[in-house]
């Protein structure tokens, strides 16, 4: 079946990096995405990568891809208390632009 | 460009009485969403529309309406509110990569 699963809670001290992990199971999935909600807010668009794709990097994130694995991660350099959120991954259905979501990681940051 | 408005941001409800939720994009796109957040659920798939004239149900439709005359709009209408539909109510727009731009929410609460 179709499935996004995450860890529910990752805690991170400050100043560390964050990996926040995520396996899929539709291996036709075309793109992969990541989001940030931060409390009372909206999901924010993080970053996405294309299926063909091993890595992407932007900024203090970057986004690893292991297709033979159906594995999705998503690392926060140097964690800011800016970055406490829940972080969703979700992949898409193809052409009908649907998306299958993860659960979300809630990201605990300790001072 | 504004994205995803939503409105309200808040609303109160009695059980019975009925309401529009507003949802609008200015990014000219085909596809529209609607989701529903509760805590532990994550975010379900209510309706969505692939273009004006065309809504289709997602996961849990029951008790929700919506029309797409207008690229722009998609508002979503509770016919008959129940305690069930107490949640947070999003609203995206899909671009062309599949990714979605989400509203600020709505938060509806029906006694």
């Known amino acids: 079946g179709e499935d996004v699963e995450q860890s529910l809670f990752l805690s991170v001290r400050e100043g560390d990096s964050s990996v926040i992990n995520c396996t899929y199971t539709?291996?036709?999935?075309?793109?992969l995405y990541w989001y940030k909600q931060e409390p009372g807010a909206g999901l924010q668009l993080l970053t996405y990568?294309?299926?063909n794709m091993d890595m992407k990097q932007d900024q203090r994130l970057t986004v690893l891809l292991n297709k033979k694995d159906k594995h999705l991660s998503l690392r926060i350099a140097d964690t800011q208390t800016g970055d406490s959120a829940i972080y969703f991954c979700?992949?898409?259905?193809?052409?009908?632009?649907?998306?299958?979501w993860g659960a979300g990681t809630k990201l605990i940051i300790k001072p | 460009n504004a994205g995803v408005t939503q409105t309200p941001k808040f609303q109160v409800l009695k059980t019975g009485q009925s309401m529009t939720l507003q949802c609008a994009q200015d990014?000219?796109?085909?596809?529209m969403s609607w989701y529903r957040q509760d805590p532990g659920m994550g975010l379900r798939l209510i309706h969505y529309?692939?273009?004006?004239?065309?809504?289709d149900q997602g996961e849990v439709p029951n008790g929700y309406n919506v029309s797409r005359s207008t690229t722009e709009d998609f508002p979503l209408r509770l016919l008959s509110a129940a305690p069930s539909q107490t949640s947070v109510y999003f609203c995206?727009?899909?671009?062309?990569?599949?990714?979605?731009?989400f509203g600020p929410g709505t938060r509806l609460t029906v006694t």
């Open positions: 995206a727009s899909t671009g062309t990569s599949g990714e979605q731009y």
């Open positions: 539709d291996s036709s999935s075309t793109y």
């Open positions: 990568i294309f299926s």
């Open positions: 979700a992949e898409s259905k193809g052409s009908n632009y649907q998306l299958i």
């Open positions: 529309s692939v273009g004006a004239g065309i809504t």
């Open positions: 990014m000219n796109h085909e596809y």
